[in-house]
């Protein structure tokens, strides 16, 4: 059912993490002018949680959704991004929460280009950043502690560079 995994998991420790059955987010990669790749990221806005600092388009899994769904479905409401210009290379499984079935996702994809976006009221902005200096931001915590393991497997992938 649509909009069925909004709420929140309490784990074993008391930390609550968005997303009842789950969550997932979409680090997506671009060329950049120089042929290295570039990532979308967004601001988040100040009223959300974690707001004012910098991490992936992404939310809560809803029950009949894979990780790779929920991460473009969410991609598109917080990024205006057309599921079709869009290539899934591989899913990392970024944040587990202690005693429970939550994870938190991460779906590496591909864009032919840097794609034009179009922020919701989640989003302060969204930017294209050179993958060199994604860690000069603020960033979502959780974000931040996946980052070098996420570039590390995405470095593994080459970056698409043909036109879809």
């Known amino acids: 059912m649509r909009g069925d995994g909004d709420g929140w998991v309490v784990s074993e420790t008391g930390a609550a993490y968005w997303g009842r059955h789950g969550a997932a987010g979409l680090l997506l990669r671009a060329p950049h002018v120089d042929g290295s790749a570039a990532v979308l990221l967004q601001h988040r806005a100040p009223w959300s949680h974690q707001g004012g600092t910098w991490g992936l388009p992404g ?72 993958e060199d200096e994604v860690i000069t931001l603020p960033l979502h915590p959780g974000f931040a502690a996946s980052w070098a393991r996420l570039r590390a497997v995405a470095a593994t992938i080459p970056l698409m560079q043909a036109e879809l």
């Open 59 to 130: 939310g809560a899994r809803d029950s009949h959704e894979t990780a790779e769904e929920a991460a473009v479905r969410e991609a598109h409401e917080e990024a205006g991004l057309a599921p079709d210009r869009l290539v899934v290379r591989t899913t990392v499984v970024t944040a587990t929460a202690s005693g429970s079935h939550w994870t938190y996702t991460t779906v590496i994809a591909d864009a032919p280009e840097q794609l034009e976006t179009v922020p919701n009221r989640e989003s302060a902005e969204l930017r294209w950043v050179p």
